[in-house]
């Protein structure tokens, strides 16, 4: 006769598939060193509490013990038809290990509700820490690559039309800022998360006067949740950690956007290494940036995540409700997609080629246009003027189909008096970026800072 745990009130079955449409082992397993883990502190604490006695307790970690080994030597049998999640499966194994008189007492003054909370929080607490690397990493990357190829010059774009020249390390430090916000972002998350929900019960609070300060000691906490029923009901910690990850995936796609551009033939400022494209099944000259294109997709099934969780949270009833379970299968792909995601962006720009010829090759001297304006407003021509009289100059450049700094100074000269001959050295790409040496400019030295402000951002 197959039992559920909380058996006791039922007389009839329950539908197939609701069996299955109730499940959650198949996913929820993942926290399965978590749950055990949990299920440690939580019965020392009852040891304290006088709920076990020493040697209950220590058959009680024992058998604990021999479970986690079961699923780490991947010798853990689901039995689908009874083990509902991980936290019933676990529970169910430990009885038939120490057998059901001691195991029947772990639960105590525990509830599922407050359990899964706690497992929940445990895993992204570890997976927040593995990306806080995986991030770190990608951004040493791109502080390496600005440092190195700083020298280089390209065209800078609005409306992805030819603007003004920048340096390439400004173009990809203007991504770098973005993500070490992120990285900022995500360590404020992480204290909301590192926090411990165990002893809050089903809703109300444990009746044995467990010490629950103790147990979020032991589990790596930094803190409690102070209200029972918040403890329970809350999911906040998925819909922040989700609402950060898509704020990232937005970097991610926008950055590997201007790459994928960039990379075209028409462009050809870098080339993807051949670890991350792939070939075409039919046009044997292809080769296509499939990692770049992933990393701009898989962002919208990252926004997904978090707008279906918001969704589902928004009208359920105070404490814990069955809708919380579609908390966890979100949360789990959310957190993959966003954990690949950095390492492949990160794999793609460590192996990125850089083709700085390529860059200077696009430059043209109608980028100058402002270049030009600004000189006359140096001889204390008024900007708006100085619009106007460099629109000339370009209007002339085209008429005539010369370009802008092949005109003639009697050309020039011709369009304003104010014109000298020093005219010529704003026709200089390199004099262009250096001029703009403001804090957050492109000169070299308003670049080198930058660097400085996203290593600083690292520590
Ligand atoms: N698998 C459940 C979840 O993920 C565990 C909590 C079940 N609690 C309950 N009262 N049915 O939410």
Known sequence: EKSMLWGGRFTGGVDPLMMKYNASIFYDRAFYAQDIRGSIAYARA?????????????????????????????????????DEDIHTANERRLGEIIGKQIAGKLHTGRSRNDQVATDMR?????????????????????????ERDIDHVMPGYTHLQRAQPVRFSHWLLSHGLAFAADLQRLRETFKRVNRCPLGCGALAGNPFGIDRDAMAKELGFDDLIYNSMSGVADRDFVVETMQWGSTLMQHVSRWAEDLIIYSTAEFDFVKLADAYSTGSSLMPQKKNPDSLELLRGKSGRAFGHMAGLMMSVKGIPSTYNKDLQESVEPMLDHVKTVSDSIQIATGVLSTLKIQPEKMKA???????????????????????????????????????GTPMDQLSYEQLKGVDARFEKDIVDSFDYQKSVEMRSAKGGTSKAAVLEQIQVVKKMLV
């Open 46 to 82: 009852n040891q304290k509490t006088g709920i076990l006695t020493a040697d209950e307790f220590a058959e009680i970690e024992r058998g604990l013990k021999a479970v986690y080994k079961e699923w780490q030597d991947e010798a853990f049998e689901i039995k689908p038809e009874i």
């Open 122 to 146: 445990m895993w992204l607490r570890d997976e927040l820490l593995r990306i806080d690397g995986y991030l770190s990493d990608f951004l040493k990357v791109t502080v390496a690559i600005a």
């Open 362 to 400: 696009a430059l043209t001297p109608d980028m100058l246009a402002t270049d030009i304006a600004d000189y006359l407003v140096r001889k204390g021509v008024p900007f708006r003027e100085t619009h106007h009289i460099s629109g000339q100059v370009v209007a002339l450049a085209e008429q005539t």
